[in-house]
Each structure stands twice: as structure tokens, then as C-alpha cells.
């Protein structure tokens, strides 16, 4: 799991915002109670008086030889809970309140093997950081393998359909130890965008963290942070946070504007990826022809020797949708 630092305690200090309210929440509750059933108070009293003499005399070493007293703990139980139920209130009105009793607001439970582990509503916030910082969010929704069709495919465009489908899933199974980065090429609406987003989505449910650019919103980004002169601490934690995400993907590479700011930038990124041991998706309409015409040597050839190509070819899916539902 890749939670920043600042991300880890965020969640940690929604914990301790919640465990106060809580305890606020149940001291209102008893007030409440000793408002409307003064007899509540004095049972409380009375357990409390009774708390103090056992730890005096054991403080005084002298429990032993002092008469044997009953106590008076489960009777005084008894009596609160019907106090409360003949009050209208549930027997466990004054319960410790907790938002999530599995680990009662603190995020962690005992495993069987002694260890602590995050509980399910870590893991649930966990999740949902990842997801906001994937920029994925309007896209997730359908992007899934299950959602796939094969639909206007036929022949040798069926094929490697079929061959990029099988490549994404061994992706996903093997990430992160073997998978390594994947090139998805091929003309528009052949599904390289669709594939990049079914992976994201396997690997986020996994707990993976993944973001997700556009060629255009990447480098622009890149080049406001620096161009500003005031914008050097953001430029240092984007760059940071870029080559740790567990996976990167460049969407619509070649829609950019060139330049040499961009072409450096985009070697700079694989360059820096691959010595963290970290995957990327690219996805592009280019071929490989204008791939190596458009970007330099260096570019185009860590792309060759790094990334696996996966080329899609065919017609324009969403526009074929479009034009049936017309009929």
C-alpha cells in the first residue's frame, strides 16, 4: 500500500476526531440520564465508592486480612439496565459509542497470528485516497474487464483484441513483481484507453496506487511547476509522488505540444520509474514509425526495450455505438 505520509496521518487523525466525539457523544448521553433518573447517579456513586475502597485496601496491603465483601457490582448492573429500560432507553443506552466496533476507532484490530493489521474501515478510507489521487474517478465506473466487448471485431482486429485483453490480465496478476510497463498503440476508438482504465481498476481494488494523466494535463502540469519560480517545493513533491505511484499512465500520448521541455520530461519519467522498479501504461494513437519520428532516439528506444506493445487495430467503437444508436 502507497499512502503518503501526510495521507497516513490524515486518516489517523480522523480516528481521534471520531473517538472524541464519541466520548463527548456518551458523556452527553449521561448527563442526560442523570438528569431524568437521579437514581442513575447514585448507582454510579455507588460503584465508584466501591472502586476506591477495594484499591485502598489494596494499596494498604491489607485486602487479606479484611472481611470478604460481596460485590455489589452485578446487582447495581441490574439495576441500571432496568432503570433504563423502564426509563424508554435500550439497556445499552450508555455503552461506550463506537463508529466502528470492530476496532473501536482505532484503525487497527489483533490478528489470529497476535499481530496488529488495519481494520476493514482503514482499508475502506485507504481505498478511497487511492482512488481520488488516480484521477480515475468519472471513468472507474465501467472500465472493468467484465465490461469488455468484442463487439465490431472480426478477423485479425478480434485477435489482438483478444491477445491485449490476455496481456492486461497477466499484467494485473504478476503486478507488481514481473509485469513491467505495456505501450498500447493503434488508431482511435480501438480500446487502449478502456484496457488502461481496467487495469487501474484491478490494480486499485488490489490497494495499488495508480494515477492516471492525460499526455496534455501531465506535461502542463510539469511545466507549471517549472516555470513558477514559487512553484519549486510543488514541482519537488508532483515529481516525488510521480515516481513512487506503484503505477503511472499516460494517456493519449503524442496530443501534447512538442517540445524539448516535453520530450525531456517524458524520458525523465521512464527514466526515473524504471530505476524504482515501477510500471507505466502509455497509450497512443501514434504508430511506432511517428512515435520514433516525433520523440528522440532515447525516448523511442527505452520505449522499445522497456515496454511491451500491444498494437489495437480496427474501427472507431464508440463511433460505430453512436451511429447504431441512430438506427
Known amino acids: ?66 472481611p470478604a465483601e460481596k460485590s455489589p457490582i452485578p446487582d447495581i448492573t441490574a439495576r441500571r439496565k432496568k432503570l433504563l429500560l423502564d426509563a424508554g432507553y435500550p439497556e445499552d443506552y450508555l455503552d461506550p459509542i463506537y463508529t466502528c466496533p470492530i476496532c473501536q476507532d482505532t484503525g487497527y484490530v489483533r490478528a489470529q497470528n497476535g499481530l496488529r493489521e488495519k481494520c476493514q474501515c482503514f482499508l475502506k478510507q485507504e481505498m478511497d485516497f487511492l482512488y481520488q489521487q488516480s484521477n480515475l474517478l468519472g471513468v472507474l465506473a465501467t472500465e472493468r474487464f467484465e465490461n469488455l466487448s468484442y463487439s465490431y471485431r472480426e478477423g485479425e482486429d478480434l485477435e489482438k483484441l483478444q491477445g491485449a485483453v490476455r496481456i492486461s490480465r497477466e499484467f494485473v496478476e504478476t ?52 516555470f513558477n519560480g514559487n512553484s519549486k517545493e510543488s514541482l519537488y513533491n508532483f515529481c516525488k509522488e510521480l515516481y513512487n505511484y506503484d503505477l503511472v499512465i499516460v494517456d493519449d500520448l503524442g496530443t501534447e505540444v512538442l517540445s524539448s521541455f516535453v520530450t525531456s520530461q517524458l524520458f525523465s519519467l521512464m527514466n526515473e520509474r524504471e530505476m524504482r522498479h515501477k510500471s507505466m501504461i502509455i497509450s497512443t494513437n501514434l504508430n511506432l514509425s511517428e512515435l520514433r519520428d516525433r520523440y528522440s532516439d532515447r525516448v523511442f528506444s527505452r520505449l522499445s526495450k522497456s515496454f511491451q506493445m500491444c498494437k489495437l487495430s480496427g474501427p472507431d467503437v464508440r463511433m460505430c455505438q453512436k451511429l447504431n444508436a441512430r438506427i
Open 1 to 66: 500500500m502507497s499512502l503518503s505520509a501526510s495521507q497516513y496521518q490524515s486518516i489517523m487523525r480522523g480516528y481521534e476526531i471520531t473517538r472524541d466525539n464519541n466520548r463527548h457523544l456518551a458523556e452527553d448521553r449521561r448527563e442526560e440520564i442523570y438528569r431524568k433518573i437521579p437514581q442513575f447517579k447514585e448507582l454510579d456513586a455507588a460503584v465508584a465508592d466501591y472502586a476506591s475502597r477495594r484499591v485502598r485496601l489494596l494499596l494498604e496491603q491489607s485486602s487479606a486480612a479484611a
Open 175 to 226: 503486478f507488481p513483481n514481473v509485469s513491467g510497463n505495456l505501450l498500447f498503440y493503434g488508431t482511435v476508438g480501438t480500446g487502449k484507453s478502456f484496457l488502461s482504465g481496467c487495469i487501474a481498476n484491478a490494480l486499485l481494488d488490489k490497494g495499488f496506487s495508480v494515477v492516471y494523466f492525460s499526455a496534455v494535463s501531465l506535461f502542463e502540469t510539469l511545466a507549471r511547476y517549472s
